[in-house]
């Protein structure tokens, strides 16, 4: 078993743009995790399915299409459906402040919003996604 964190990191929606989620995907592997990036225009049953495949310990999702409330809601129903509360659901992009509290509510470890470095969110994964090795 790898001692290593490994990341989903996940466009869901119809969203096309990527360039966020593979400068993060690319912070992520940079800094030693394992990271597997879906592609764009994934269902939440997609990126579900392949967290779970990979043994995930965690989720990004990089939203910009105004969707993340239902897109990010979605994804933690399907977790909590396949008993996969355990991997951390965190995410970024054009997410209005005042939404933030409400995803976090639902679940959402963690938003960074535009001009977040990718070392906060490297930092803050390895406090908050990694999994104890024991």
Request: net charge negative; aromatic share 4%; hydrophobic share 45%.
């Amino acid at each position: 078993m790898s001692s290593r964190v490994r990341v989903v990191v996940a466009k869901p929606g119809l969203d096309g743009h990527d360039r966020g989620a593979k400068v993060v995907a690319r912070a992520l592997r940079d800094a030693g995790m394992e990271v597997v990036y879906t592609g764009l225009h994934q269902t939440p049953e997609q990126i579900v399915e392949a967290a779970i495949q990979e043994d995930a310990d965690g989720i990004g999702l990089s939203v910009l299409s105004g969707a993340h409330m239902t897109l990010f809601r979605r994804v933690l129903e399907l977790l909590a459906e396949r008993d996969a509360r355990d991997i951390v659901v965190f995410g970024g992009g054009i997410i209005p402040d005042a939404d933030i509290p409400e995803l976090e509510q639902l679940g959402v470890a963690k938003v960074f919003t535009p001009g977040a470095t990718t070392q906060s969110i490297v930092d803050w994964v390895r406090a908050n996604v990694a999994q104890p090795v024991g």
